[in-house]
């Protein structure tokens, strides 16, 4: 395997030895587990951990590695790697970080395409497609949507699933699936490249763990059997991994996400609402917030039927999100750098007093 097999590409190799990091091997991160990274190279798979410069200068979380990430390592042991520097991501999924406020969850990096699955049953949600696909337009990652259990379902109910996110999202491609039956598994294989990589998101038990088992050909990932209480599979994925598929594609499954908060997001809100974005420049206020004002032409096109009323609200919804981060965020800040004034003032004035 060489590593162009593993998504490594001519601008990582030419960052790599225009900073001086021609000395270190290289290799991906394809799986992370409280600060232990396994680093795949051309040759083989090792356990990985992270220099102590690299740990203390990093500022926060996403100054360290993740699954999907470029590293420059040497090894210290037959099995054991040392990681010594981060290559620049091409994109970065993440959300808000749960339990957190005003900090980011990094999802994986250096991600092509993003596959945004759904279950047809109980699962199925536009919202959260919608919220989704914001996420991977801020990152610059190419979303496809796939429908999965529609063995569970009619054609009539399918086709009407379909209609319902066609309604709201025309940017996106829609595949529909069942792990159960492979249909549509083959047509999804069809459009994997060799070498990009591809990552799972979607909610616990809507089988993105059994769709890598199908693409793999084997039982790699263990899945869950579906509750008879309450016919959702159950989520057996607890860490992020990156596999190499037979056709060369490199996928990456993802723990379910019962949350998935929006950031700093303004360019991804603007690709996912495109509709509302274009109208807004036609309302009679440059900084109207489409709510309540008068002569807005986005809450004129909600009565109207122009847009749909459920994405509106879900656009709103999804506005004071990143407003709210983007305040908690820069509370945060200044907190910090009161702090920092404050420690610095104190030592001056320990240093006076020696005097």
């Known amino acids: 395997m060489k590593l162009e097999d593993l998504g490594y590409t001519n601008e990582q190799e ?20 409280k600060e232990r990274y396994v680093v795949k190279t051309e040759t083989n798979e090792y356990d990985g951990e992270i220099i102590g410069n690299l740990r203390f200068s990093a500022s926060s979380r996403a100054d360290f590695p993740a699954v999907g990430d470029w590293v420059a390592i040497s090894p210290y042991d037959e099995d054991k790697v040392l990681i ?25 990096t250096n991600i092509d395409f993003a596959l945004i699955m759904q279950a047809v049953d109980r699962d199925f949600n536009v919202n959260r497609i919608e919220r989704y696909l914001t996420i991977c337009h801020t990152s610059k990652v190419k979303p496809i949507i796939v429908l999965n259990k529609i063995d569970l379902i009619s054609e009539v109910e399918l086709e009407g699933h379909i209609d319902e996110v066609r309604k709201r999202i025309s940017d996106a491609p829609i595949l529909a699936i069942s792990n159960e039956s492979q249909e549509g598994i083959q047509q999804l294989s069809n459009r994997i490249e060799k070498g990009k990589t591809y990552c799972l998101l979607g909610s616990s038990g809507v089988g993105k763990s059994t769709l890598l088992n199908s693409l793999m050909g084997k039982d790699l990932m263990r899945t869950g059997s579906i509750g008879l209480g309450t016919n959702r599979g ?86 004071r999100e990143k407003s709210h981060f983007e305040m908690t965020v820069a509370q945060k800040r200044k907190k910090d750098k009161d702090f920092g004034k404050m420690v610095k003032n104190f030592q001056k004035n320990k240093n006076l007093k020696k005097y």
Not at 14 to 32: A, C, H, M, P
Not at 237 to 251: D, F, K
Request: include cysteine.
């Open 14 to 33: 030419k960052y790599r030895q225009e900073n001086n990091l021609g000395v270190f091997d290289v290799g991906r991160i394809i799986s992370e587990h």
């Open 84 to 108: 010594h520097a981060i290559l620049p991501r091409k994109t970065v999924l993440e959300r808000q970080a749960v339990g957190k406020h005003g900090e980011k969850q990094i999802i994986a």
């Open 234 to 319: 159950k989520h057996v994925t607890t860490h992020r991994e990156l596999r190499v598929l037979e056709n060369g594609g490199i996928l990456i499954d993802n723990p379910g996400m019962r949350e998935v908060g929006i950031v700093d997001s303004s360019d991804g809100l603007e690709v996912t609402f495109d509709t509302i974005m274009e109208l807004s420049k036609e309302c009679k206020f440059k900084d109207c917030s489409h709510t309540t004002e008068t002569g807005c032409a986005v809450i004129s096109a909600v009565d109207n039927g122009e847009i749909d009323e459920t994405s509106y609200d879900n656009y709103l919804r999804m506005e």
